[in-house]
């Protein structure tokens, strides 16, 4: 499997994100907006089987993850951390 850095000891396949975070980076293309852990967790408690002890902490790892391979701009103001997709970077 072909990989590419982005960012140190962070890496993602050259082709892009696959599985669920693949389906979180459509929905925030469709939606656009701001996305929350919360706004996420909603999401995932749709199309995942994730038990809900999980959901939360997964949906974090999702953002903070497309956010450093570079699809998200992580907004990151005191009591209201957010993500938007990144102007810059094409679908």
């Known amino acids: 499997m072909s990989t590419t850095t982005v960012q ?10 696959t599985g669920r ?3 979180l980076l ?8 701001r996305w929350n852990a919360t706004r996420t967790v ?6 995942t089987d994730l038990p ?6 997964v949906a974090r790892g999702d953002l903070r ?8 701009a992580l907004h990151d103001q005191p ?7 990144r102007k810059d970077v094409r679908p």
């Open 52 to 57: 809900d002890t999980r959901l939360r902490a």
């Open 26 to 33: 459509a929905e925030i293309r469709r939606q656009r907006g």
């Open 42 to 47: 909603r999401l995932y408690r749709r199309i």
């Open 79 to 85: 009591s209201n951390r957010y993500y938007t997709l």
């Open 65 to 72: 993850d497309l956010a450093t391979w570079g699809h998200l």
């Open 21 to 23: 975070p693949a389906q």
């Open 8 to 17: 140190a000891g962070a890496t993602a396949p050259a082709a892009g994100p």
